[in-house]
């Protein structure tokens, strides 16, 4: 008779800061799980309000699942997500990452480990669409799927791994606690995954299907970027040097990991990182010529139109 293989033990990573009005919503989601985690591992990073209250309540509540409360850096959210990933325990295989204000549809734990178990001994990132909801989680609608696969030409100049859905396996999150380590600064913490697991020769998982609800408020680190008005923002955002500003900080963060990438991709890293500096029709070269690229048209022609002004 066939010995069965053991199942993965699962961290949940959830960041928390003056949650408190949605982090109960959000807990109870997660113990409302198909596949219960076998840790949530939080980190807050100084709250004012009643959040660590709401999780110490649920705690007690659920003595079936272990919850262990931490102290947070207070340098924003991509870090106290770094400062998770460091203090994560050595017996977790899996960990997913969580905000503290959305709701986790049932099946999201056991849907991405079904998938990672496709991926055998390589590391691996998992990553799905989201319901994009309003504050009170109505008016619904799907977040976009990648149109081209993902890869490190796509990771070092366009995200597309949602943070609040991410998982991954234990190859994975061995080199992302070792490198956590040494990374000073990052952009956002989803962002600085997708370009580390590519550039390392990873695989990505993206899932079609929606694994939560993902609400949006004022509040939102990011967003979901639907619409004229998150349009006009990113817009501005370029404009004011903010894009450049992000770039350097993740070729910085690259630099620091570049004795795992691939020998490719730590020559992409180099050759992007150099032409930078070059006269815009010198850019635009280098950018065509390495083949970078993001997933869609009018993307790609804002990658471009980025490289001539000078804002990448």
Not at 87 to 111: G, N, S, Y
Not at 228 to 256: D, E
Request: some cysteine; glycine content about 6%; hydrophobic content about 45%.
């Amino acid at each position: 008779m066939p010995t069965l293989s053991p199942l993965p033990t699962v961290a949940v990573l959830m960041a928390t800061f003056n949650g408190g009005r949605d982090v109960v919503a959000q807990l109870d989601s997660i113990a409302s799980q198909t596949h219960l985690p076998d840790l949530i591992l939080i980190s807050d990073d100084g709250s004012k309000d009643a959040t660590c209250t709401h999780i110490d309540a649920f705690a007690a509540a659920h003595p079936d699942i272990p919850v262990m409360r931490i102290d947070g850096p207070q340098q924003g959210a991509t870090r106290n997500f770094l400062h998770l990933l460091i203090h994560t325990p050595d017996e977790i295989d899996v960990v997913a990452f969580c905000d503290q204000d959305d709701v986790w549809l049932d099946h999201k734990l056991a849907r991405g480990l079904e998938h990672l178990k496709t991926a055998d001994t390589a590391p691996t990132l998992y990553c799905a669409r989201t319901w994009v909801c309003d504050v009170n989680l109505n008016k619904r609608r799907m977040s976009r799927f990648p149109k081209a696969p993902p890869g490190f030409r796509n990771a070092i100049v366009q995200n597309i791994a949602a943070g609040n859905t991410i998982m991954l396996n234990r190859q994975a999150l061995s080199i992302a606690r070792r490198l956590a380590r040494r990374t000073r600064k990052t952009v956002v913490h989803d962002w600085w995954l997708y370009q580390i697991i590519t550039g390392i020769g990873g695989h990505v998982i993206c899932d079609a299907e929606p694994v939560l609800l993902y609400r949006q408020h004022r509040n939102n680190l990011v967003g979901a970027n639907f619409g004229l008005q998150a349009w006009i923002k990113r817009m501005n955002h370029v404009r004011r040097g903010g894009l450049r500003r992000w770039t350097t900080t993740n070729l910085v963060a690259l630099r620091h990991a570049s004795d795992d990438l691939t020998d490719e991709n730590r020559a992409i890293l180099a050759a992007f990182t150099y032409i930078r500096r070059k006269p815009w029709w010198r850019r635009v070269q280098g950018i065509y010529r390495l083949g970078l690229y993001r997933q869609r048209r009018l993307g790609q022609a804002s990658l471009f139109a980025a490289a001539i002004l000078g804002f990448l």
